[in-house]
Antibody, heavy 121, light 111 residues
Framework: QVQLQESGPGLVKPSQTLSLTCTVS??????????WSWLRQLPGKGPEWIGY???????YYSPSLKSRASISADKSKNQFSLRLTSVTAADTAVYYC?????????????WGRGTLVTVSS | QSVLMQPPSVSAAPGQRVIISCSGS????????VAWYQQVPGTAPKLLIY???KRPSGIPDRFSGSKSGTSATLVITGLQTGDEADYYC????????????FGTGTKVTVL
């Protein structure tokens, strides 16, 4: 059974960098066909896709967050991570790691439980 | 503000049918497949429909999806109390050059 679990600080100060890690169990992130993704959900809003990492090393980001977001992976730990720089209160959200159906990019059928990140001084 | 518009809420009694619409444009729904998700408050979204009308394994056939032009529809039949949740449509948008575009969401209330 594949499981994803987010971890990281729940509180980040404005202008600092948000860093989260997703630990994947049940499958290797080095498997082809899985686009290891980060999404977030602002309070009272629908989910927002941030970007993904593919096992080949390629990444792709939402144009609206591309200048601040980066996703990387540590294959030895079966983890992938999100860094979001220069955060503001508008980045306060529940952050999810997720993976779409195999060989698709956007149909997210595997999700972590989500972690709330608050940006506040 | 999302480019995919959904009614804020719909409601029906147990056993009845609800229809949820998702309105977009030619740059998104009009030329791309649509997915639907169910989200119970406090939990992660759950994929219900992909490729407009396909159900992942384990999703009951009470949930069905369709698309016509620049709008998509999710139909839930035989409504159950456990269906009370928020529902989101999702697709790609050519103008925005990105996928993972979610709708504004619809709250389904079981009366």
């Amino acid at each position: 059974q594949v499981q994803l679990q987010e971890s990281g600080p729940g509180l980040v100060k404005p202008s600092q960098t948000l860093s989260l890690t997703c630990t994947v169990s049940g499958i290797s992130i080095n498997s082809g066909g899985y686009y290891w993704s980060w999404l977030r959900q602002l309070p009272g809003k629908g989910p927002e896709w941030i970007g993904y990492f593919y096992y080949s090393g390629s990444t792709y980001y939402s144009p609206s967050l591309k200048s601040r977001a980066s996703i990387s992976a540590d294959k030895s730990k079966n983890q992938f991570s999100l860094r979001l720089t220069s955060v503001t209160a508008a980045d306060t959200a529940v952050y999810y790691c997720a993976s779409p159906l195999r060989w698709t990019n956007w149909y997210f059928d595997l999700w972590g439980r989500g972690t709330l990140v608050t940006v506040s001084s | 503000q999302s480019v995919l518009m959904q009614p804020p809420s719909v409601s029906a009694a147990p056993g009845q049918r609800v229809i949820i619409s998702c309105s977009g444009s030619s740059s998104n729904i009009g030329n791309h497949y649509v997915a639907w998700y169910q989200q119970v408050p406090g939990t992660a979204p759950k994929l219900l429909i992909y490729d407009n009308n396909k159900r992942p394994s384990g999703i009951p056939d009470r949930f069905s999806g369709s698309k016509s032009g620049t709008s998509a529809t999710l139909v839930i039949t035989g409504l159950q109390t456990g269906d009370e949740a928020d529902y989101y449509c999702e697709t790609w948008d050519t103008s925005l050059s990105t996928g993972g575009i979610f709708g504004t969401g619809t709250k389904v209330t079981v009366l």
